[in-house]
């Protein structure tokens, strides 16, 4: 399938991706999907515990220490914080107010999607049998357990993952313009790397340490990668602004 630019409301024309075409968003989108029915349908279990055991019993101090730090680049609520200060301070450079838009979609279709998803599949976490709410170990592992609290079934799809894809990837769209304003450059590999490593390495350290399931890290990389194609996808230098902020419309994408 051959993506094409497609106009949307205003003039605005919607940004080629990589790979290109929506076949890929249509790919992640099924894998996602046929992901939650196996799981809902009971399948995929032996896995998720097979890779839990081996965790809990490979768990020394130290590896669970560096985990613990590596584990710290995940956190929403800073990431948030820090893509809307970056958004700021290149507003700022640039006399632009777009900048300030890919944090504010990108907080935006977070809310709605991770967090509904989280309760809607109410799945408990691998610690949930040995505290609170002390679930035998063979309950941990299902799907729908709309009868615990809310609390206490949130592990699928991994927030950490999903949350962690999309705003680094927010953070590399607005930090290659940011240095552009000073004269210097950022190779598209280290884009890259800023937008991925981060990723993995979260995916790797909570199903390591035991707070999500591999699938429910899984299920968070693929739901994560589709939302930041839909990131990626937005026409930020030709979204229509109302008439006063038209003073402060000046294109900022690396690829302007």
């Given at each position: 399938?051959?993506?094409?630019?497609?106009?949307?409301?205003?003039?605005?024309?919607?940004?080629?991706?990589?790979?290109?075409?929506?076949?890929?968003?249509?790919?992640?989108?099924?894998a996602?999907?046929?992901?939650?029915?196996?799981?809902?349908?009971?399948?995929?279990?032996?896995?998720?515990?097979?890779?839990?055991?081996?965790?809990?019993?490979?768990?020394?101090?130290?590896?669970?220490?560096?985990?613990?730090?590596?584990?710290?680049?995940?956190?929403?609520?800073?990431?948030?914080l820090?893509?809307?200060?970056?958004?700021?301070?290149?507003?700022?450079?640039?006399?632009?107010?777009?900048?300030?838009?890919?944090?504010?979609?990108?907080?935006?279709?977070?809310?709605?999607?991770?967090?509904?998803?989280?309760?809607?599949?109410?799945?408990?976490?691998?610690?949930?049998?040995?505290?609170?709410?002390?679930?035998?170990?063979?309950?941990?592992?299902?799907?729908?357990?709309?009868?615990?609290?809310?609390?206490?079934?949130?592990?699928?799809?991994?927030?950490?993952?999903?949350?962690?894809?999309?705003?680094?990837?927010?953070?590399?769209?607005?930090?290659?313009?940011?240095?552009?304003t000073?004269?210097?450059?950022m190779?598209?590999?280290?884009?890259?790397?800023?937008?991925?490593?981060p990723?993995?390495?979260?995916?790797?350290?909570?199903?390591?340490?035991?707070?999500?399931?591999?699938?429910?890290?899984?299920?968070?990389?693929?739901?994560?990668?589709?939302?930041?194609?839909?990131?990626?996808?937005?026409?930020?230098?030709?979204?229509?602004?109302?008439?006063?902020?038209?003073?402060?419309?000046?294109?900022?994408?690396?690829?302007?």
């Amino acid at each position: 399938m051959r993506e094409t630019t497609t106009t949307v409301r205003g003039g605005a024309r919607l940004r080629p991706v990589r790979p290109a075409g929506w076949w890929c968003d249509l790919l992640l989108l099924t894998a996602l999907v046929g992901l939650t029915v196996a799981l809902a349908t009971d399948h995929l279990f032996g896995i998720d515990r097979a890779v839990a055991d081996w965790a809990d019993a490979h768990r020394p101090a130290a590896a669970y220490w560096v985990a613990r730090v590596l584990n710290l680049i995940g956190q929403g609520t800073p990431l948030a914080l820090l893509a809307a200060a970056l958004g700021v301070l290149l507003a700022v450079r640039l006399r632009s107010v777009r900048p300030v838009l890919p944090p504010v979609v990108a907080f935006v279709l977070t809310l709605l999607t991770i967090g509904p998803l989280k309760v809607w599949t109410a799945r408990p976490a691998p610690t949930a049998s040995i505290k609170e709410p002390f679930l035998p170990p063979e309950r941990t592992l299902p799907l729908f357990q709309h009868d615990l609290p809310v609390g206490y079934a949130q592990s699928y799809p991994s927030g950490h993952v999903a949350g962690a894809m999309v705003w680094y990837g927010v953070l590399a769209l607005l930090l290659a313009p940011l240095l552009r304003t000073v004269g210097r450059r950022m190779p598209r590999p280290l884009v890259t790397a800023v937008w991925l490593v981060p990723t993995l390495v979260l995916l790797c350290t909570t199903t390591y340490l035991g707070w999500h399931w591999l699938t429910d890290s899984v299920a968070g990389l693929l739901l994560g990668l589709l939302l930041d194609r839909l990131l990626r996808r937005f026409p930020w230098d030709d979204l229509p602004l109302p008439g006063r902020l038209r003073h402060r419309d000046r294109p900022f994408t690396s690829d302007a």
